[in-house]
């Protein structure tokens, strides 16, 4: 079992799934990493990382690309591809990458939860994803989606992030995986 203490998490400090994350490692005594950018509204002030311009656009994807590969328009607007670039920041980070959210039929995550999701998977780095709608946790192995029951966090190093809309039993999936990792 990791020591909590010895453990950084990488998020975004949106509302939602993200804010939960950061609370749950407040209170394991987790150190926070949260990327974000000037003029972004953040629901959690520690371990805020406001990247400037230039690294932003060291991690400028094609919004044509991003659209393809998850089956959906994302518009060119300057927010959005800001907060595409912060969760590179995030997946790139951690060594291990849980999110909540939504499986779509097609196995992409819905929105723009998804982009941490496939670069995760362009990445090759363990992907957990636990689906609100489904009530379960999900692995990413040898390209699908495979039920598994009470992951565990188990690099030091690790990415949380996910929806804005978190539910109840979201929130009580992150309860039990911190509580399981770190006791």
């Known amino acids: 079992m990791l020591k909590p203490e010895s453990c950084t998490l990488y998020s975004g400090a949106a509302r939602g799934a993200e804010s939960e994350f950061g609370r749950l490692a407040a209170q394991y005594g987790v150190t926070e990493v949260n990327f974000t950018f000037a003029g972004h509204s953040n629901d959690r002030t520690e371990g805020l990382r406001v990247l400037s311009d230039d690294e932003l656009v060291r991690k400028d994807v094609s919004l044509t690309y991003v659209s393809r590969l998850l089956n959906r328009s994302f518009t060119n607007a300057e927010k959005m591809r800001k907060v595409l670039q912060t969760i590179m920041y995030q997946v790139d980070s951690g060594h ?17 939860t998804g982009w941490g999701a496939e670069f995760a998977k362009i990445c090759n780095k363990p992907l957990y994803v636990f689906g609100q709608a489904r009530n379960a946790w999900f692995k990413w192995n040898k390209g699908e989606w495979e039920t598994v029951e009470n992951p565990v966090i188990t690099s030091a190093r690790f990415t949380g992030t996910g929806t804005r809309f978190i539910e109840e ?10 509580a399981r990792s770190f006791g």
């Not at 291990?96 to 723009?112: N, P, R």
């Not at 039993?169 to 911190?178: E, I, R, S, V």
């Open 96 to 112: 291990e990458v849980f999110i909540v959210g939504v499986i779509q039929d097609d196995g992409t995550v819905k929105g723009g």
């Open 169 to 178: 039993n979201g929130k009580k999936a992150l309860q039990d995986l911190f």
